[in-house]
C-alpha cells in the first residue's frame, strides 16, 4: 500500500505564503503524475495545479503566477508553494499522485488533505 500525507498548512493573513508539502510513502517506484486539489465548505473539488514526472505543470487560472509546484524524486515528495495567498484560497488542500509500485503496478492515490486558512 502507498501512503500520502500532507503538511504545511495553517492559518495565513492575505499575502502571506505557505509551502505544503506531501510525502508519498510504501511500495513506490515512481510518482507518474501529481497533483494539489482543494475542497472549500459546499464547493466542489478543483483542481489548483499537477505536475508530471517529465516536469510539466499546469495550474487553475485563479492561482496561476502565486503558486508553483514542484517535487522532489529522491523523496517521493511534492510541494506546492503558495504565494500573494488570498482569503478565496481558504480551503483544505488534498495531494493525489498516480504510483508506479512494479512495473506491472499502478495506483491512484489521495492524502487525507491539510487545512489552509487565509484571513486577516
Known amino acids: 500500500q502507498v501512503q500520502l500525507v500532507e503538511s504545511g498548512g495553517g492559518l495565513v493573513q492575505p499575502g502571506g505564503s505557505l509551502r505544503l508539502s506531501c510525502a508519498a510513502s510504501?511500495?513506490?517506484?515512481?510518482?507518474?503524475?501529481a497533483g494539489w486539489y482543494r475542497q472549500a465548505p459546499g464547493k466542489q473539488r478543483e483542481l489548483v495545479a499537477a505536475?508530471?514526472?517529465?516536469?510539466?505543470?499546469n495550474y487553475a487560472d485563479s492561482v496561476k503566477g502565486r503558486f508553483t509546484i514542484s517535487g522532489d524524486n529522491d523523496k517521493n515528495t511534492v510541494y506546492l508553494q503558495m504565494n500573494s495567498l488570498k482569503p478565496e484560497d481558504t480551503a483544505v488542500y488534498y495531494c493525489?499522485?498516480?504510483?508506479?509500485?512494479?512495473?506491472?503496478?499502478?495506483?491512484?492515490?489521495w492524502g487525507q488533505g491539510t487545512q489552509v486558512t487565509v484571513s486577516s
Open positions: 493525489n499522485a498516480n504510483v508506479r509500485r512494479s512495473p506491472w503496478l499502478r495506483g491512484d492515490y
Open positions: 510504501g511500495s513506490i517506484l515512481s510518482i507518474v503524475s
Open positions: 505536475i508530471t514526472s517529465s516536469g510539466s505543470t
